[in-house]
Every structure is written in C-alpha cells, then in structure tokens.
C-alpha cells in the first residue's frame, strides 16, 4: 500500500520514510552516486535493464513541491542522472517522476526513475 504524504512535509527527514532511511544510511542500497544533495542507487524492482532511482536528501512528497521550495537542488537531480546516463552508456533514456498514487507514486519523498537500456514505448503505461 502506498505511504501517503504527510502534511508536515517540508525539507527535513521523516521517521517513517524509506527513501530518508537510504539517504541517512539506515536502510542499504546499491548506490550508484552521491553528493551533497543527491543520491542515486539502483531499484530493487527494475522495469528496464538499467533503472536508477534518484532522491534528493531532502525530504519533499513530489518533484514539483521539491522544485518549488528547492529549485536549485530539483536541477541537481536532472543533471545527476543526465550524468548517470552518460556512465551507464546509455544513448536514450527516460527520466520519470511519478506525482500521486493514481500515477504509481508509492514512496512519498520526491525521486526520479532512470530508466534505459530498451526501447521505450509511448504512450507509457
């Protein structure tokens, strides 16, 4: 069942998130890279030969709470996994955010799926 938002969301960790629990080192995970505002590791239920999760450290429920209180870090993660693409070879690739549980949103702290490795259909889903 999907962890819903919670109304408190605002930048700061959260006890009951997963994604917190990977960026404070509480929970392992294969990490691909880290900086000072992101980290980025592989998924544990891959839908493409290379798929990548990047979270910021930050704690925000959506990509576009995250851009809008956090711009320059939202910019952080883009560039991240444009790089990350770069190392993985891959020459196309998806980059999806997904906002909502109706959208497949199951882990509320904003995140961004990399995702390449085959051909990618449209419309997705």
């Known amino acids: 069942m999907a962890q819903e938002p919670r109304r408190d969301d605002g930048g700061g960790p959260q006890d009951d998130c997963l994604f917190c629990k990977i960026v404070a080192g509480h929970i392992p995970a294969t990490l691909v ?3 000072d505002t992101t980290v980025a ?3 544990i239920n ?5 798929h990548i999760l990047l979270i ?9 709470t995250l851009a809008a209180a956090e711009p320059a870090v939202a910019a ?8 990350i693409a770069g190392e993985e070879k891959l020459e196309s690739y998806r980059i999806v955010f997904n906002t909502g ?5 199951t882990v ?6 990399l995702l390449g ?6 419309p997705p889903g």
């Open 101 to 105: 549980s109706g959208a497949g949103q």
């Open 76 to 83: 952080d993660l883009l560039r991240a996994a444009g790089e």
């Open 56 to 64: 910021p450290r930050v704690h925000y429920p959506d990509a576009a």
């Open 46 to 50: 891959p839908q493409a030969p290379t």
């Open 41 to 43: 590791f592989r998924d």
């Open 33 to 35: 890279r880290e900086s």
């Open 117 to 122: 490795g085959r051909g990618m259909q449209w």
């Open 108 to 113: 509320f702290h904003a995140h961004a799926h």
